[in-house]
């Protein structure tokens, strides 16, 4: 196996009365991604309790493993998040996990002769709990020999990540845990090209979404 295509994606809300519209407009959506080239998939914020994804069974088109986080809160409908494998790869899949409090979730496979770590998250708003997180991703890189973490970090890392609006970045503690977790992973941005995302109704553009992959991945 010499290429993977993965695809990380936050849906912003599966869950509640509309649920099975929506299911529809994510296969339709998928469906318009090429969900047929993608091998894995990160999904955040799908805001779905685990019996709904009981019920409800695999929305996504084709054969595939999940690995579900239910969403959490007070209404039981916040966050979420989910790798799905297309089953013909699951032979390649060693382990899988769950970090802090469901806000991170990670999937060892094996690669030739790698452990590649896959690591899905949904980062917190606040500036001290995500530097909780990321300190804690820190002592799981030993899990495997390279990574690739992808997910909705939920901060601005540089100004230049941010077009309109207050384009203030991470500072002090948590920036000092950013440059650690990214430090010890040996961890680059694939999106240095940007690609923005736009904040509904408004004229401000931000990538807080995002993907990070270690220099020594092969």
Known sequence: MDTLHLL?????????????????LLRADLGTANIGNIDILFLQEHHLC???????GSILPGRWTHFWIPAFGPTGRQAGLCIAIKQHLQSIIVSA?????????FLIV????????????????SAAERAKLWLSLSDYV???????????FNMIEDAADRLGGITTTISG??????DYFCFTYGLLDLW???SFS???????????DGSLVATNLS
């Open 97 to 105: 996990g769950t970090i802090m409090n469901k806000r991170a979730q």
């Open 173 to 178: 503690w948590e920036a000092k845990c950013w």
């Open 50 to 56: 685990m019996d709904r994804i009981r019920k409800y």
């Open 142 to 152: 030993s899990l495997a020999d390279c990574w690739l973490v992808g997910g909705d």
């Open 110 to 125: 094996k690669i030739r002769s790698q452990k590649v770590g896959l690591m899905n998250l949904y980062a917190p708003n």
């Open 198 to 208: 736009r904040i509904q109704g408004s004229l401000q553009f931000s990538r807080s």
């Open 192 to 194: 240095k090209v940007h």
């Open 8 to 24: 990380s994606w936050n849906v912003q809300g599966l869950g509640g009365q509309a649920f099975r519209r929506f299911k529809g």
